[in-house]
C-alpha cells in the first residue's frame, strides 16, 4: 500500500470516526476523542496533498505527460483538420458521431495529462494554452448539438472555429516547447 492510499484510508476512517463520535452524546461533544481524531484527519490530508504533489512533479510522470499532450494534440488537430475540410461532404446528423469517433479518446488523454503543463511551463503559460484548447473543446461540443439538431451551417461554423482553435493552443505548445527545450538542452 503507497503513502497517497494509506493517507486517503486514514482521511476517511477519521472522518467517520469524527462523524460517530460527534453523535455519540446528543447534548454534548467529547472534545478529548473528537480533536485528536480530527488532527489526525487533517494531518492524514497534509501528507496526502504533499504525495500527490510530488508524484506530479515525479520526472518520469511528466515526460510521460509532455509525449501524451505533444501527441493528442497533433491528433486532434489533424483529425479536426480531415474533418473539416470534408465537412460539405458529412451529413449533419453524422457529425457527433464523427466527432466522438475521432477525437474523445485524444480530448479525454489532453484533459488528463494537462495539470503537467503548469509543473513544465509554469501557471501562465497552461492557462494559455488551455485557453485556447479549452475554446477549441467548446466549439466541438457546439458542433455536435448542432449536429443532434440539425443546423448545418452551425456545424460547419463551428469546425471552422474549433479548428482554428486547436491551431493556435498546438502553436502555443510548440513555442512553450521549443522554450523548453533550449532552455533545458545543453550548450
Known sequence: MNIKTLA???IM?????SAFISVLDPRQVNWLWYLPVLALGVVALFVYRMARHGEAKSSHRLSGDFRTLETSLANILTKLEMINADSVNLPVYEARFEIDRQLREDLN???NARESMKHIFGLQNYADVMSAFAAGERYINRVWSASTDGYVDEVRSYLNRATQQFREAKALFADLQQQHQSTFSPA
Open 8 to 10: 486517503m484510508l486514514i
Open 109 to 111: 488523454n489532453f484533459a
Open 13 to 17: 476512517v477519521s472522518f467517520l470516526a
